[in-house]
Protein backbone atom coordinates (compact mmCIF):
# COMPACT_ATOMS: atom_id res chain seq x y z
CA UNK A 1 0.00 0.00 0.00
CA UNK A 2 1.50 3.83 -1.35
CA UNK A 3 1.71 5.84 2.05
CA UNK A 4 -0.60 8.66 2.22
CA UNK A 5 0.87 12.12 0.68
CA UNK A 6 -0.71 14.82 2.64
CA UNK A 7 0.11 17.05 0.13
CA UNK A 8 -1.56 15.07 -2.90
CA UNK A 9 -4.55 14.91 -0.59
CA UNK A 10 -4.76 17.93 0.28
CA UNK A 11 -4.32 19.23 -3.64
CA UNK A 12 -7.34 17.09 -4.89
CA UNK A 13 -9.64 18.17 -2.20
CA UNK A 14 -9.25 21.43 -3.14
CA UNK A 15 -9.26 20.48 -7.09
CA UNK A 16 -12.65 18.62 -6.56
CA UNK A 17 -14.23 21.39 -5.15
CA UNK A 18 -13.45 23.49 -7.94
CA UNK A 19 -14.76 20.53 -10.34
CA UNK A 20 -17.73 20.58 -8.64
CA UNK A 21 -17.60 24.50 -8.30
CA UNK A 22 -17.26 24.22 -12.14
CA UNK A 23 -21.17 22.55 -12.65
CA UNK A 24 -22.81 24.36 -9.36
CA UNK A 25 -23.11 27.39 -10.16
CA UNK A 26 -20.03 27.69 -13.14
CA UNK A 27 -22.20 25.78 -16.24
CA UNK A 28 -25.47 26.72 -14.93
CA UNK A 29 -25.04 30.06 -14.77
CA UNK A 30 -23.17 29.78 -18.22
CA UNK A 31 -26.45 27.97 -19.75
CA UNK A 32 -28.77 29.72 -18.48
CA UNK A 33 -27.58 32.98 -19.42
CA UNK A 34 -27.67 31.71 -22.78
CA UNK A 35 -31.62 30.62 -23.26
CA UNK A 36 -34.63 32.79 -22.85
CA UNK A 37 -36.13 34.14 -19.69
CA UNK A 38 -38.76 31.85 -19.77
CA UNK A 39 -35.97 28.79 -19.35
CA UNK A 40 -33.80 29.99 -17.39
CA UNK A 41 -35.23 28.23 -14.42
CA UNK A 42 -35.39 25.01 -16.32
CA UNK A 43 -31.35 24.66 -17.08
CA UNK A 44 -30.71 25.68 -13.44
CA UNK A 45 -32.64 22.76 -12.35
CA UNK A 46 -31.57 20.91 -14.63
CA UNK A 47 -27.89 21.21 -13.75
CA UNK A 48 -28.94 21.50 -10.34
CA UNK A 49 -30.64 17.73 -10.60
CA UNK A 50 -28.31 16.11 -12.05
CA UNK A 51 -25.10 17.04 -9.53
CA UNK A 52 -27.30 15.01 -7.61
CA UNK A 53 -28.72 12.46 -9.28
CA UNK A 54 -25.38 12.02 -10.69
CA UNK A 55 -23.49 11.48 -7.45
CA UNK A 56 -25.57 8.70 -6.27
CA UNK A 57 -25.77 6.74 -9.54
CA UNK A 58 -22.04 7.19 -9.77
CA UNK A 59 -21.96 5.93 -5.68
CA UNK A 60 -24.63 2.76 -6.46
CA UNK A 61 -23.03 1.63 -9.60
CA UNK A 62 -21.35 4.32 -12.04
CA UNK A 63 -17.46 3.77 -9.84
CA UNK A 64 -17.55 0.15 -10.03
CA UNK A 65 -18.14 0.10 -13.82
CA UNK A 66 -15.55 2.74 -14.41
CA UNK A 67 -12.85 1.39 -12.31
CA UNK A 68 -13.42 -1.65 -10.49
CA UNK A 69 -10.30 -4.12 -12.06
CA UNK A 70 -11.78 -6.80 -11.37
CA UNK A 71 -10.44 -8.81 -14.26
CA UNK A 72 -8.36 -7.16 -15.69
CA UNK A 73 -4.54 -7.52 -17.08
CA UNK A 74 -2.31 -5.89 -19.60
CA UNK A 75 -2.25 -7.08 -22.83
CA UNK A 76 -5.79 -9.11 -22.62
CA UNK A 77 -8.94 -8.32 -24.43
CA UNK A 78 -11.43 -9.35 -22.51
CA UNK A 79 -14.81 -8.04 -20.81
CA UNK A 80 -12.57 -6.18 -18.49
CA UNK A 81 -10.88 -4.28 -20.66
CA UNK A 82 -14.25 -2.47 -21.80
CA UNK A 83 -16.16 -2.25 -18.34
CA UNK A 84 -15.44 -2.70 -15.15
CA UNK A 85 -16.92 -5.25 -12.44
CA UNK A 86 -19.27 -4.80 -9.80
CA UNK A 87 -16.77 -4.96 -7.22
CA UNK A 88 -16.87 -0.87 -5.73
CA UNK A 89 -21.05 -0.94 -5.63
CA UNK A 90 -21.62 1.80 -3.19
CA UNK A 91 -18.35 1.54 -2.23
CA UNK A 92 -17.88 -1.65 -0.98
CA UNK A 93 -14.49 -2.39 0.36
CA UNK A 94 -13.22 1.14 0.70
CA UNK A 95 -12.63 2.56 4.06
CA UNK A 96 -11.14 5.97 5.18
CA UNK A 97 -7.71 4.06 5.02
CA UNK A 98 -7.88 2.25 1.94
CA UNK A 99 -5.33 4.23 -0.58
CA UNK A 100 -5.30 5.11 -4.42
CA UNK A 101 -2.10 5.89 -5.36
CA UNK A 102 -0.95 8.39 -2.65
CA UNK A 103 -4.39 9.98 -2.05
CA UNK A 104 -7.21 7.91 -0.37
CA UNK A 105 -9.49 5.90 -2.60
CA UNK A 106 -12.34 7.59 -1.24
CA UNK A 107 -10.84 11.06 -2.29
CA UNK A 108 -10.66 9.68 -5.60
CA UNK A 109 -14.24 8.56 -6.00
CA UNK A 110 -15.18 11.80 -4.89
CA UNK A 111 -13.18 13.69 -7.47
CA UNK A 112 -13.92 11.32 -10.41
CA UNK A 113 -17.50 12.07 -9.38
CA UNK A 114 -17.49 15.53 -9.47
CA UNK A 115 -16.51 14.49 -13.81
CA UNK A 116 -19.74 12.28 -13.81
CA UNK A 117 -21.49 14.93 -12.68
CA UNK A 118 -20.39 17.19 -15.11
CA UNK A 119 -20.32 15.26 -18.77
CA UNK A 120 -24.16 15.16 -18.26
CA UNK A 121 -24.54 18.30 -17.39
CA UNK A 122 -22.83 19.48 -20.62
CA UNK A 123 -25.72 17.47 -22.90
CA UNK A 124 -28.17 19.70 -21.22
CA UNK A 125 -27.23 22.66 -23.58
CA UNK A 126 -28.01 20.77 -26.54
CA UNK A 127 -31.78 20.00 -26.34
CA UNK A 128 -32.42 23.21 -23.75
CA UNK A 129 -35.71 24.58 -24.04
CA UNK A 130 -37.35 21.41 -25.49
CA UNK A 131 -36.64 18.60 -23.23
CA UNK A 132 -39.23 17.25 -20.18
CA UNK A 133 -37.39 17.37 -17.20
CA UNK A 134 -38.54 12.92 -16.35
CA UNK A 135 -36.87 12.14 -19.81
CA UNK A 136 -33.78 13.96 -18.59
CA UNK A 137 -33.01 12.60 -15.55
CA UNK A 138 -33.89 9.11 -16.69
CA UNK A 139 -31.77 9.58 -20.49
CA UNK A 140 -28.65 11.31 -18.11
CA UNK A 141 -28.97 7.89 -15.88
CA UNK A 142 -29.24 5.66 -18.68
CA UNK A 143 -26.35 7.41 -20.49
CA UNK A 144 -23.87 7.55 -17.42
CA UNK A 145 -24.00 3.85 -17.44
CA UNK A 146 -23.42 2.59 -20.64
CA UNK A 147 -22.00 5.65 -21.87
CA UNK A 148 -19.86 7.68 -19.80
CA UNK A 149 -18.57 4.25 -17.23
CA UNK A 150 -17.59 2.46 -20.28
CA UNK A 151 -15.82 4.68 -21.84
CA UNK A 152 -14.22 6.12 -18.83
CA UNK A 153 -13.05 2.39 -17.96
CA UNK A 154 -11.45 1.77 -21.16
CA UNK A 155 -9.22 5.38 -20.95
CA UNK A 156 -8.71 5.88 -16.83
CA UNK A 157 -9.41 2.14 -15.27
CA UNK A 158 -5.93 1.08 -15.43
CA UNK A 159 -3.68 -1.86 -17.23
CA UNK A 160 -6.19 -3.68 -19.64
CA UNK A 161 -8.37 -0.66 -20.60
CA UNK A 162 -8.85 -0.82 -24.03
CA UNK A 163 -7.77 2.26 -25.13
CA UNK A 164 -5.21 2.49 -22.02
CA UNK A 165 -3.45 -0.40 -23.34
CA UNK A 166 -3.58 1.59 -26.73
CA UNK A 167 -1.07 3.76 -24.96
CA UNK A 168 -3.64 6.69 -26.00
CA UNK A 169 -3.25 10.33 -24.43
CA UNK A 170 -6.50 11.57 -22.37
CA UNK A 171 -5.31 13.46 -19.06
CA UNK A 172 -8.08 15.24 -18.18
CA UNK A 173 -11.02 13.73 -20.54
CA UNK A 174 -10.86 14.88 -24.10
CA UNK A 175 -12.52 11.61 -24.67
CA UNK A 176 -14.15 10.62 -21.66
CA UNK A 177 -15.82 14.09 -21.15
CA UNK A 178 -15.75 16.27 -24.64
CA UNK A 179 -15.74 13.86 -27.55
CA UNK A 180 -19.00 11.87 -25.50
CA UNK A 181 -20.49 14.76 -24.17
CA UNK A 182 -20.35 16.45 -27.58
CA UNK A 183 -21.11 13.75 -29.74
CA UNK A 184 -24.25 12.84 -27.49
CA UNK A 185 -25.39 16.23 -27.69
CA UNK A 186 -25.61 16.30 -31.43
CA UNK A 187 -27.26 13.36 -31.64
CA UNK A 188 -29.74 14.50 -29.01
CA UNK A 189 -30.75 17.21 -30.73
CA UNK A 190 -30.97 15.61 -33.83
CA UNK A 191 -32.89 12.98 -32.21
CA UNK A 192 -35.20 15.48 -30.23
CA UNK A 193 -35.74 18.10 -32.72
CA UNK A 194 -35.78 21.92 -32.76
CA UNK A 195 -36.65 24.13 -31.28
CA UNK A 196 -40.30 24.69 -32.89
CA UNK A 197 -38.99 28.60 -33.76
CA UNK A 198 -35.78 27.57 -34.75
CA UNK A 199 -34.22 29.06 -37.09
CA UNK A 200 -36.99 31.10 -39.05
CA UNK A 201 -37.20 33.38 -35.65
CA UNK A 202 -34.01 34.90 -33.81
CA UNK A 203 -33.18 33.73 -30.67
CA UNK A 204 -31.21 35.85 -28.15
CA UNK A 205 -29.56 34.89 -24.73
CA UNK A 206 -31.18 36.86 -21.82
CA UNK A 207 -28.64 37.64 -20.13
CA UNK A 208 -25.24 37.46 -21.20
CA UNK A 209 -24.04 39.08 -17.80
CA UNK A 210 -25.09 35.87 -15.93
CA UNK A 211 -23.20 33.60 -19.26
CA UNK A 212 -19.34 35.48 -18.89
CA UNK A 213 -20.07 35.22 -15.13
CA UNK A 214 -20.47 31.30 -15.59
CA UNK A 215 -17.32 31.88 -17.99
CA UNK A 216 -15.30 32.58 -15.06
CA UNK A 217 -16.46 30.32 -12.47
CA UNK A 218 -15.53 27.59 -15.02
CA UNK A 219 -12.13 28.95 -16.60
CA UNK A 220 -11.05 28.85 -12.46
CA UNK A 221 -12.59 25.40 -11.93
CA UNK A 222 -10.79 23.97 -14.86
CA UNK A 223 -7.57 24.43 -13.02
CA UNK A 224 -9.14 21.48 -11.04
CA UNK A 225 -10.41 19.79 -13.41
CA UNK A 226 -6.93 19.73 -15.66
CA UNK A 227 -4.59 20.04 -12.77
CA UNK A 228 -5.90 17.62 -10.83
CA UNK A 229 -5.92 14.80 -12.91
CA UNK A 230 -2.46 14.78 -12.09
CA UNK A 231 -3.62 13.19 -8.63
CA UNK A 232 -0.20 14.78 -7.11
CA UNK A 233 0.67 18.29 -6.44
CA UNK A 234 3.57 17.95 -8.82
CA UNK A 235 5.00 19.44 -11.64
CA UNK A 236 3.02 17.89 -13.91
CA UNK A 237 0.32 19.57 -11.83
CA UNK A 238 1.34 22.99 -12.41
CA UNK A 239 2.20 22.41 -16.12
CA UNK A 240 -1.17 21.54 -16.69
CA UNK A 241 -2.62 24.52 -14.89
CA UNK A 242 -0.52 26.85 -16.98
CA UNK A 243 -1.25 25.32 -20.34
CA UNK A 244 -4.59 24.99 -19.46
CA UNK A 245 -4.64 28.86 -19.04
CA UNK A 246 -3.32 29.69 -22.02
CA UNK A 247 -4.95 27.72 -24.37
CA UNK A 248 -8.02 29.08 -22.98
CA UNK A 249 -6.28 32.97 -23.47
CA UNK A 250 -5.38 32.29 -27.40
CA UNK A 251 -9.00 30.71 -28.23
CA UNK A 252 -10.98 33.63 -26.40
CA UNK A 253 -8.80 36.43 -28.76
CA UNK A 254 -8.81 33.60 -31.62
CA UNK A 255 -12.48 33.65 -31.74
CA UNK A 256 -12.97 37.46 -31.38
CA UNK A 257 -10.87 38.14 -34.28
CA UNK A 258 -13.00 36.16 -36.47
CA UNK A 259 -15.80 37.64 -35.15
CA UNK A 260 -13.85 41.27 -35.71
CA UNK A 261 -13.24 40.10 -39.16
CA UNK A 262 -16.87 39.01 -40.01
CA UNK A 263 -18.90 40.75 -38.55
CA UNK A 264 -16.88 43.97 -37.65
CA UNK A 265 -17.31 43.88 -33.85
CA UNK A 266 -15.63 41.25 -31.10
CA UNK A 267 -18.65 40.39 -28.41
CA UNK A 268 -18.53 39.82 -24.83
CA UNK A 269 -20.02 35.96 -25.57
CA UNK A 270 -17.29 35.05 -28.35
CA UNK A 271 -14.97 35.76 -25.74
CA UNK A 272 -16.89 33.21 -23.21
CA UNK A 273 -17.50 30.51 -25.93
CA UNK A 274 -13.94 30.82 -27.39
CA UNK A 275 -12.48 30.72 -24.01
CA UNK A 276 -14.70 27.53 -23.00
CA UNK A 277 -13.26 25.99 -26.81
CA UNK A 278 -9.89 26.70 -25.59
CA UNK A 279 -10.24 24.59 -22.26
CA UNK A 280 -12.46 21.43 -23.82
CA UNK A 281 -9.38 21.30 -26.10
CA UNK A 282 -6.34 21.62 -24.22
CA UNK A 283 -8.08 19.41 -21.83
CA UNK A 284 -6.96 15.53 -23.09
CA UNK A 285 -3.15 17.13 -23.79
CA UNK A 286 -2.80 19.26 -20.50
CA UNK A 287 -0.29 16.98 -18.83
CA UNK A 288 1.33 16.36 -21.56
CA UNK A 289 2.46 19.67 -23.70
CA UNK A 290 4.26 22.44 -22.63
CA UNK A 291 3.12 26.28 -23.50
CA UNK A 292 4.00 25.61 -27.32
CA UNK A 293 1.41 23.32 -27.86
CA UNK A 294 -0.96 25.02 -25.75
CA UNK A 295 -0.55 28.10 -27.84
CA UNK A 296 -1.11 25.82 -31.32
CA UNK A 297 -4.27 24.16 -29.36
CA UNK A 298 -5.46 26.78 -27.64
CA UNK A 299 -5.54 28.86 -31.79
CA UNK A 300 -6.95 25.84 -33.72
CA UNK A 301 -9.61 25.30 -31.24
CA UNK A 302 -10.41 28.97 -31.40
CA UNK A 303 -10.79 28.88 -34.94
CA UNK A 304 -11.92 26.24 -35.97
CA UNK A 305 -14.99 25.29 -33.22
CA UNK A 306 -16.14 28.66 -34.19
CA UNK A 307 -16.68 27.84 -37.56
CA UNK A 308 -18.29 24.82 -36.28
CA UNK A 309 -20.91 26.75 -34.12
CA UNK A 310 -21.38 29.48 -37.12
CA UNK A 311 -20.94 28.59 -40.49
CA UNK A 312 -21.20 24.28 -40.12
CA UNK A 313 -24.23 24.27 -37.34
CA UNK A 314 -26.25 26.46 -40.45
CA UNK A 315 -25.52 24.39 -43.32
CA UNK A 316 -26.58 21.57 -41.46
CA UNK A 317 -29.31 23.27 -39.82
CA UNK A 318 -29.39 20.90 -36.58
CA UNK A 319 -30.22 23.07 -33.50
CA UNK A 320 -27.56 22.34 -30.75
CA UNK A 321 -29.16 24.77 -28.60
CA UNK A 322 -25.59 25.90 -27.05
CA UNK A 323 -23.29 24.79 -29.32
CA UNK A 324 -22.44 21.56 -27.33
CA UNK A 325 -21.27 19.97 -29.95
CA UNK A 326 -19.79 22.54 -31.84
CA UNK A 327 -17.51 23.63 -28.29
CA UNK A 328 -16.84 20.53 -26.84
CA UNK A 329 -17.01 18.14 -29.73
CA UNK A 330 -15.26 19.27 -31.95
CA UNK A 331 -12.67 20.96 -29.20
CA UNK A 332 -12.24 17.69 -27.84
CA UNK A 333 -11.82 15.68 -30.54
CA UNK A 334 -9.13 18.38 -32.07
CA UNK A 335 -7.17 18.43 -28.49
CA UNK A 336 -7.34 14.65 -28.58
CA UNK A 337 -5.46 14.36 -31.99
CA UNK A 338 -3.00 16.99 -31.47
CA UNK A 339 -1.45 16.28 -27.91
CA UNK A 340 0.11 13.13 -29.96
CA UNK A 341 2.03 16.03 -31.86
CA UNK A 342 2.71 18.55 -29.25
CA UNK A 343 3.58 15.97 -26.42
CA UNK A 344 6.80 15.40 -28.17
CA UNK A 345 9.68 17.06 -26.56
CA UNK A 346 10.59 19.04 -29.83
CA UNK A 347 7.55 21.05 -28.88
CA UNK A 348 8.50 21.17 -25.47
CA UNK A 349 6.09 18.28 -24.45
CA UNK A 350 6.41 16.03 -21.35
CA UNK A 351 6.68 12.59 -23.17
CA UNK A 352 10.28 13.20 -24.53
CA UNK A 353 11.15 11.47 -28.20
CA UNK A 354 7.79 10.09 -29.41
CA UNK A 355 6.78 8.46 -32.67
CA UNK A 356 4.65 11.50 -33.59
CA UNK A 357 2.55 9.75 -36.47
CA UNK A 358 1.84 6.70 -33.99
CA UNK A 359 0.79 8.73 -31.26
CA UNK A 360 -1.32 10.80 -33.86
CA UNK A 361 -2.87 7.28 -35.33
CA UNK A 362 -3.10 6.07 -31.78
CA UNK A 363 -5.21 9.18 -30.73
CA UNK A 364 -7.22 9.34 -33.99
CA UNK A 365 -8.19 5.78 -33.35
CA UNK A 366 -9.37 5.92 -29.94
CA UNK A 367 -11.14 9.44 -30.52
CA UNK A 368 -13.17 7.77 -33.51
CA UNK A 369 -13.86 4.57 -31.53
CA UNK A 370 -15.59 6.83 -28.68
CA UNK A 371 -17.58 8.57 -31.29
CA UNK A 372 -18.87 5.64 -32.92
CA UNK A 373 -19.65 4.16 -29.81
CA UNK A 374 -21.41 7.26 -28.05
CA UNK A 375 -23.31 7.97 -31.15
CA UNK A 376 -24.71 4.75 -31.44
CA UNK A 377 -25.31 3.79 -27.52
CA UNK A 378 -26.81 7.74 -27.33
CA UNK A 379 -29.54 6.85 -30.08
CA UNK A 380 -30.48 3.83 -28.34
CA UNK A 381 -31.27 5.42 -25.27
CA UNK A 382 -32.68 8.25 -26.67
CA UNK A 383 -35.34 5.81 -27.96
CA UNK A 384 -35.50 3.83 -24.96
CA UNK A 385 -36.07 6.71 -22.94
CA UNK A 386 -38.79 7.89 -25.27
CA UNK A 387 -40.64 4.75 -24.90
CA UNK A 388 -41.06 5.35 -21.49
CA UNK A 389 -41.67 8.80 -21.42
CA UNK A 390 -42.00 11.77 -24.18
CA UNK A 391 -38.60 13.16 -24.65
CA UNK A 392 -39.76 16.65 -25.10
CA UNK A 393 -42.68 19.19 -24.37
CA UNK A 394 -45.60 19.63 -26.26
CA UNK A 395 -46.03 22.87 -28.45
CA UNK A 396 -48.20 25.03 -25.87
CA UNK A 397 -45.68 23.87 -22.93
CA UNK A 398 -42.81 24.70 -24.82
CA UNK A 399 -44.53 28.37 -26.48
CA UNK A 400 -45.25 28.89 -22.31
CA UNK A 401 -41.64 28.14 -21.06
CA UNK A 402 -40.54 25.28 -19.46
CA UNK A 403 -39.91 27.48 -16.09
CA UNK A 404 -43.93 27.51 -15.73
CA UNK A 405 -44.69 24.55 -17.87
CA UNK A 406 -42.78 21.71 -15.65
CA UNK A 407 -41.47 23.75 -12.16
CA UNK A 408 -44.23 26.36 -12.21
CA UNK A 409 -41.79 28.93 -11.37
CA UNK A 410 -40.57 31.59 -13.16
CA UNK A 411 -37.49 32.80 -12.99
CA UNK A 412 -37.81 36.60 -12.45
CA UNK A 413 -40.88 38.72 -11.24
CA UNK A 414 -42.90 39.54 -14.12
Known amino acids: MDALSAGDTAWILTSTALVLFMTIPGLSLFYAGLVRTKNVLSVLAQCLALTGLMSIVWLVLGYSLAFDATGMEAGRVGRAAFVGGFGRLFLSGVTSETMSGSIPEVLFFAFQMTFAVITPALIVGAFAERMRFSAMLLFSTLWLLFVYAPICHMTWGGDGGFFADMGVYDFAGGIVVHITAGVAALVACVVIGKRSDYPHTPIF ?173 TYVLLKVTGAIVPLRVDATEESQGLDLALHDETGYRL
Open 205 to 377: PHNLTMTVTGTGMLWVGWFGFNGGSALAANGQAAMAITVTHLSASVAALTWIGFEWVRHGKPSALGLATGAIAGLAAITPASGFVGPIGAFAIGLLSGGLCFLASTSVKRRLGYDDSLDVFGVHGVGGFLGTVLVGVFAAGRFGGGEGDIAIGAQVGVQLFAAVAAVIYTAGL
